[in-house]
């Protein structure tokens, strides 16, 4: 379902009304277009607090780019700024900047106490007004988890709050701010990370953090334009919504994608397949023959499965006391037990190759709760707490991640009351629902072969959505 008031407010007219009423006026987010579009153009600028680590990784990513790169320069705090690499131009925070920034990136893994959060001030007070609209905060702290001092842990665990306000202020230019945690010599793994939310793919991901550890395997040389060329990918739920644009990314980044749906659904699963140039799998994911019946097909079609993307999932709402236990048990069935019998079969089965990605769908309502949806609510924080506990288990470089989607404009949620709908649409930084590709390009991250040391995470997708942590 289309936007409209979105459409509306981007008309002169339009504007002016939004503008004259005071109402919110989300601007167009700027996406992905092109397979050969560089992540990031323009001016990006480039800053550290002193004793930074990743500074020398930013600097080797970026100059490989199409931006032109320069350093924060001119103040004490940011000295190391300068190590950024040869070719960045020092940018002079002290005098007037007339420069529009596409990016500002921040290396913030020096400070080792309160104190040196001074550098955030220093760095983005004179900047941050030249971020040009869609433009993009990335901030890179080291992990609290691997913080010994409490007076460290305390300041790299206060940049999740400032990239969060952050991520509110420069919401209504169509902006976002994120912050990616390394472990300490995992400075070599944010490549994949920094490409990902500096570009248009990352357009409705905002006031998050990523931890991100040292890979369990090297990964392999990958082809820019199509990374997950040999992969062979599962994605359920692939009739329609984010399951159809997951497997149009997935394929699109060159993996060969089974889409599976339920029989009901073989119509559009077939024109799916189709498009893709992939296979069709019709499978209810609860029938207690599927993990098998996925196993054998992926056995005897492909061999093995490098991709396993759990986006299945259903809505059976009604408050608590007037739930059947029907809408109960089938909610838990597809959003949560089914993802874990499947992995157990393939895993089982030794079909999960080397450096295999696996992503679960939560959701937004898993975090915060809902009104009307302990079911679903329950399924999706278990997604979470599965998650979690698996990324510990998993070897060969296989990781496993969660999305929480927010709101995404599909027919799950065009079937909300129109009120619900429109509340869910605007509460977020973004003032605006997410599409489908929005999480399909998330999901294109994690999949990515240099995204090896991004396990456990769960990352929204929900345009910095006022509910929930
Ligand atoms: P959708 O209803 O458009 O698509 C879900 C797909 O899953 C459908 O094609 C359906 O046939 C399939 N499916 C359902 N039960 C199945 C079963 N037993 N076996 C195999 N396939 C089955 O939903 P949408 O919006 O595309 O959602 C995709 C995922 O994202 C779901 O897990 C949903 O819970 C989650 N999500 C969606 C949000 C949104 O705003 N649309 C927000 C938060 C989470």
Not at 220 to 231: D, F, I, M, Y
Not at 297 to 302: A, C, L, R, T, Y
Request: glycine share 10%; aromatic share 6%; proline share 4%.
């Amino acid at each position: 379902m289309s936007d409209l008031y979105l459409k509306f407010v981007n008309t002169p007219a339009g504007k002016s009304v939004a503008q004259s009423l005071g109402l919110p006026s989300p601007v167009n987010l700027k996406r992905w277009k092109r397979s050969d579009q560089p992540f990031i153009e323009g001016d990006v600028l480039l800053g550290a607090a002193n004793g930074a680590i990743a500074i020398n990784s930013l600097g080797n990513t970026l100059t490989a780019s199409a931006a032109k790169l320069h350093h924060a320069s001119g103040v004490e705090s940011l000295a190391d700024s300068a190590k950024a690499s040869t070719k960045a131009q020092p940018l002079e925070l002290t005098a007037d900047i007339s420069t529009k920034l596409s990016a500002l990136v921040f290396d913030a893994t020096g400070i080792s106490g309160p104190q040196g959060l001074r550098a955030l001030y220093d760095f983005f007070h004179p900047t941050i007004r030249k971020l040009a609209g869609s433009g993009r905060v990335l901030v890179v702290g080291l992990d609290p988890a691997h913080c010994k001092a409490p007076a460290q842990a305390a300041a790299q665990r206060a940049l999740e709050g400032f990239v969060r306000s952050v991520g509110k202020e420069i919401g209504k230019k169509g902006a976002t701010a994120n912050l990616a945690w390394i472990a300490p010599g995992a400075d070599k793994e944010l490549d994949s990370t920094v490409r990902f939310f500096l570009s248009p793919r990352s357009a409705y991901v905002s006031g998050q953090f990523v931890r991100i550890g040292k890979a369990g395997k090297a990964a392999s040389a990958t082809n820019p334009v199509a990374p997950l060329a040999g992969k062979v990918a599962l994605v359920t739920g692939a009739s329609r919504g984010i399951g159809e644009s997951i497997a149009d990314t997935l394929a699109r980044d060159g993996a060969t994608v089974i889409a599976l749906d339920i029989p009901a659904a073989l119509e559009g699963l077939e024109k799916v397949a189709e498009r893709v140039k992939g296979k069709a799998l019709a499978c209810d994911i609860t029938a207690p023959e599927a993990p098998k019946l996925i196993a054998d097909f992926v056995e005897q079609q492909f061999g093995g499965i490098d991709l396993i993307i759990h986006n299945a999932g259903i809505t059976r709402d009604k408050t608590l006391g007037n739930m059947p236990e029907h809408f109960w048990d089938m909610t838990i069935a597809v959003n949560l037990t089914a993802e874990e019998l499947i992995n157990d079969e393939l895993a089982e089965r030794k079909l999960i190759r080397e450096n295999a990605r696996i992503v679960c769908i939560s959701s937004i309502s898993g975090i915060a709760g809902n009104f009307g949806q302990t079911n679903y609510s329950t399924a999706k924080c278990g997604v979470i707490g599965y998650v979690e506990a698996m990324a510990k288990e998993l070897k060969n470089g296989v990781t496993i991640n969660a999305i929480a989607p927010g709101f995404i404009e599909t027919q799950m949620t065009a079937a909300m009351p129109v009120t619900i709908r429109e509340a869910g649409r605007r509460m977020n930084s973004l003032s605006q629902g997410g599409l489908p590709v929005d999480v399909a390009e998330t999901i294109g991250w994690y999949c990515h072969p240099q995204s090896g040391g991004i396990n456990g995470n769960v990352v929204r997708v929900c345009g910095q959505s006022l509910i929930g942590k």
